[in-house]
């Protein structure tokens, strides 16, 4: 079944959210997440409502960008928010997933990707050539909570842990009225519906990020290493966040994992997490702000690659996460683009451009991360 991804539309209800302490968001990596259709984000129409527009000097020119769309909502309204203010550019973000738009940086065609995951050993070199004399570094600029996305009639305020979501997206738990499901909702009314685990038929971080989650807090119950293109046994593929949430949309028994702001988008319902805290942690921008904080810098310098704790047992704390990156050249970016692309990453991990992201189903990046994003793109040259 081939679903064709629709435009998701922003403008989900969150409330503002102010993330004090460290952060994480290590890959956020749908490390390809495809959208499907390699769409473009370049409008010039103002910006939504509650985005402020980017304060300091404008850029001006052309600028090609590609790769994640986990985070292609976000940089709708950061496009649409700069270019309204700085008339003189143009942006185009290519939502062509993280691997796509990595290699696309590799061979030069843009001048920054989007990934849902840092740089991976084997890649140092091929980014370090395409910034030569210079060297790649990863910026964290989006959090993004991935959700346990679900569509099964009269069920809401599901609650599953670890241990039950690897038994459903390995095969193992296939009615939704499981003893191991009835154990965590004893209240619930649950249906012998059949099980439908969608996962993403492309490499993807968020796949990735999703089995680095089970492969932490699932233990012995997750049998597989964590992977960007790992496959549900018995499961359905989709292309893209958008190609997942559609096809769980419009099935019944459907389940999959998604970026919160496209579950919203899709009016799915979000299971909460047991994650041994003493009660279920519920989706929402303060949860994942809270597993962001135990985060640490993996890299070095500028370099700014993150690792997060997916097993956390912290109060109030949501797990499952990714932090996307823009990935750029610390030096050597064509004259001709890097005041612009230095404009537009100032703005995006601005605290105005931070604060447009807790309304469309993202998280701000916490003020000690987002301040060392700042420092590293005032220092790219």
């Known amino acids: 079944m081939t679903i064709r991804p629709r435009s998701v539309r922003r403008g989900i209800g969150f409330t503002g959210l102010a993330l004090a302490g460290a952060l994480t968001l290590a890959a956020c990596g749908s490390d390809d997440n495809s959208s499907g259709d390699d769409k ?5 129409a103002a910006s939504a409502p509650g985005a402020e527009a980017p304060k300091g000097d404008c850029g001006t020119g052309k600028l090609a960008a590609a790769g994640s769309s986990a985070q292609k ?26 691997g796509t738009g990595r290699q696309s940086f590799f061979d030069k065609q843009v001048t920054f990707a989007g990934s849902d995951s840092a740089l991976k050993p084997e890649e140092v070199a ?13 910026l964290p600029m989006v959090t993004g909570p991935i959700a346990v996305a679900y569509n099964v009639s009269g069920v809401k305020d599901l609650v599953l842990d670890a241990k039950t979501i690897a ?24 249906p012998g519906t059949a099980i439908q685990p969608v996962h993403r038929s492309e490499a ?13 807090a699932a233990g012995a119950d997750w049998t597989y290493d964590s992977a960007q ?9 989709a292309k893209g966040s958008e190609g997942v949430a559609q096809i769980v949309k419009s099935t019944q028994g459907a389940i999959t994992y998604v970026e919160q702001s496209y579950a919203e988008n899709a009016g799915l319902g979000m299971a909460a997490i047991n994650t041994g805290a003493s009660a279920p942690v519920k989706l929402t921008p303060e949860a994942a702000g809270k597993a962001v904080e135990a985060a640490k810098i993996a890299g070095e310098g500028n370099d700014l690659k993150l690792s997060v704790d997916y097993a956390t047992k912290a109060e109030g704390a ?19 683009k890097l005041p612009l692309m230095k404009s537009f990453l ?16 993202y998280a701000p990046l916490p003020t000690t991360v987002a301040d060392k994003v700042r420092a590293a793109v005032a220092g790219l040259s």
């Open 40 to 44: 473009k984000s370049s409008t010039k």
């Open 73 to 98: 909502n976000a940089m709708d309204e950061w496009i649409k928010a700069y270019q309204a203010k700085c008339s003189g550019a143009t942006i185009d973000y290519a939502s062509s997933g993280s």
């Open 126 to 138: 091929k980014a370090a050539a395409a910034c030569a004399p210079g060297q790649a570094i990863n």
């Open 167 to 190: 038994g459903i997206f390995s095969g193992k738990i296939t009615k939704w009225d499981a003893a191991e499901i009835k154990a965590l909702n004893p209240n619930a009314q649950l």
């Open 204 to 216: 993807s971080g968020t796949t990735e990020n999703f089995t680095k989650y089970l492969k932490a």
């Open 229 to 237: 293109d790992w496959k549900a046994p018995n499961g359905q593929g």
């Open 318 to 336: 949501y797990p499952i996460i990714l932090v996307t990156y823009e990935i750029v050249c610390e030096k050597g970016t064509a004259a001709d």
């Open 346 to 361: 100032t703005y995006t991990s601005s605290a105005e451009g931070q604060k447009v992201l807790a309304g469309i189903g």
